[in-house]
């Protein structure tokens, strides 16, 4: 259960050995959390649709700190086999960051539905399974902390074409706020990041300097203080803006 609010608790939690999964890590913000988070000195799970193409991160680890194990955010089943690994390897689940997503365009008159559907699949309920796999874990280390990556787009929508990408980050956002009541009493606190433009693969097409996007880096700090907050101080949304467009 909760530690009593009568004890004073840290500015931060201490980051050393807990264990934290992490979604997506092959690359882009995933891998730049996977780097943060190893040299804060988690124990860290990486759940990866192909461990064997997966690079060494600069700060090595040794087995005993570190699994690489198969997960697709699509398959059902995937996310259970991998929580149920990183607890044997680890003893203990402190963190899950979803982060695994996938943007196509879809709009209203335009757009394959098969897309829609493998959007909804990976952006919001391939998280809601990772989450609920995690979740008895996430109870009993009594600071849990399940972050989602999520998106601007999960809080506004600035065009038709990305209708689709909307709906399923506007899904993830009311999944973390619920688990933000379910969690509470055990200690959990959850968090949403929702960056605008990230210079990563996912914004290849854009037509934006790359140099004004955020660096994926910077969401990983951001995570990594997400993650770190300690229970009286919880952050449910944490909007991040490239561009001056709206208040959040
Ligand atoms: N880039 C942006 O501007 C931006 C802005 C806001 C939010 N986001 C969100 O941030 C997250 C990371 O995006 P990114 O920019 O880093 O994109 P990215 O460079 O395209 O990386 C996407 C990651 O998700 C993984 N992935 C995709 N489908 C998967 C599945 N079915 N199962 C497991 N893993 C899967 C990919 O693995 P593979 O290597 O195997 O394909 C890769 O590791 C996404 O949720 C995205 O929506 C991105």
């Known amino acids: 259960m909760e530690p009593s609010v009568l004890m004073p608790l840290p500015a931060l939690l201490k980051t050393r050995d807990r264990v934290v999964l992490i979604s997506g890590a092959s690359r882009g913000i995933g891998r730049a959390v996977a780097e943060k ?30 699994l690489t194990h198969p997960y697709d955010a699509r398959a059902a089943g995937s996310a259970e086999s991998w929580v149920a690994a990183t607890a044997k390897r680890f003893g203990r689940i402190d963190a899950v960051v979803a982060n695994a ?6 709009s209203i008159e335009t757009g394959d539905e098969a897309e829609l559907d493998a959007m909804w699949e990976t952006n919001a309920k391939g998280p809601m399974r990772l989450f609920r796999a995690a979740w008895p874990y996430l109870k009993k280390s009594g600071t849990g902390r399940a972050v989602a990556v999520a998106s601007l787009s999960a809080k506004r929508v600035k065009s038709a074409d990305f ?30 990041i929702c960056p605008g433009y990230v210079a990563t693969d996912m914004t290849a097409h854009v037509k934006l300097d790359r140099a004004r996007m955020i660096r994926p880096e910077t969401v990983a700090e951001i995570v990594a203080l997400a993650l770190s907050l300690p229970n009286n ?13 709206h208040s959040y």
Request: charged share 20%; net charge positive.
């Open 101 to 106: 997503g996938i943007s196509y365009r879809f």
């Open 37 to 66: 988070l190893a040299a804060q000195g988690y124990r860290v799970s990486l759940g990866l649709r192909d461990p064997k193409a997966f690079k060494p991160l600069k700060t090595k680890l040794p087995a005993s700190r570190l």
């Open 163 to 192: 209708a689709g990408y909307a709906m399923s980050k506007y899904a993830l956002l009311a999944l973390t706020h619920s688990l933000r009541f379910a969690g509470w009493d055990y200690g959990i606190r959850s968090s949403a």
């Open 233 to 245: 101080a919880s952050s449910v949304e944490i909007p991040v803006n490239a561009l001056l467009e």
